[in-house]
């Protein structure tokens, strides 16, 4: 290995929270990787300025310059092979990838969401999970597969559902947790700990 530095590529849409804890991990020591590139889809998003505060590449991806899915999903995988990644980690990013987009990255894309999966997958999980009236939610931490949210499960971390809780509360309890589990499931990949098994993924001991 020597010193070559383990790449990591965020993909983002927003704010960009857990790439934020991503890089603070980072910069104190505690997640060996590097993060030479970040993505978005999104112009505005405010993830791109958190990129280019701490001297990472922003790039933001138009959809509409592309003439469609495969064209975007082409070159999203150029810009990622220029850079050598090692891992790709979805952070909020609001596109669903494609079939062949997937297989050039087999087993090194991850994403984490908002709930136990496989328990409210897909759009606004939190207000699922309020409607559905559970006593507990969390967030989880899986590989990417052709799915939505369906990949194997990597990390999850459980957070309880008060009576008084709103979209709004709960989201931000669960993101608290997400911050945490989100850097340490990345660190597991940096140290190649993680083998998967047809669903079931085990961690491999230090």
Do not use: W
């Amino acid at each position: 290995m020597g010193s070559k530095k383990f790449k990591l590529a965020v993909l983002v849409s927003g704010q960009g929270t857990n790439l934020q804890a991503i890089i603070d991990q980072i910069e104190q020591g505690t997640l060996a990787a590097e993060i030479p590139i970040v993505i978005s889809n999104a112009k505005e998003a405010f993830a791109l300025e958190r990129a280019k505060n701490h001297g990472i590449k922003p790039v933001f991806l138009d959809p509409k310059s592309y003439s469609g899915k495969e064209e975007f999903d082409r070159a999203l995988k150029d810009l990622l092979r220029a850079e050598a990644v090692d891992l790709v980690c979805l952070s909020g990013f609001m596109r669903i990838l494609g079939k062949a987009f997937i297989n050039s990255f087999a087993g090194k894309i991850i994403n984490i969401h908002p709930s136990l999966l496989p328990a409210f997958p897909g759009l606004h999980p939190q207000q699922q999970a309020l409607e559905h009236g559970v006593k507990f939610s969390g967030c989880t931490v899986h590989f990417v597969d052709e799915g939505v949210d369906s990949g194997p499960i990597i990390l999850q971390s459980v957070v309880p559902v008060y009576d008084s809780d709103d979209e709004e509360a709960l989201s931000k309890r669960i993101l608290e947790q997400e911050h945490i589990i989100y850097p340490r499931a990345i660190q597991l990949m940096v140290e190649n700990r993680l083998t998967v098994s047809e669903r079931k993924v085990t961690q491999k001991k230090n």
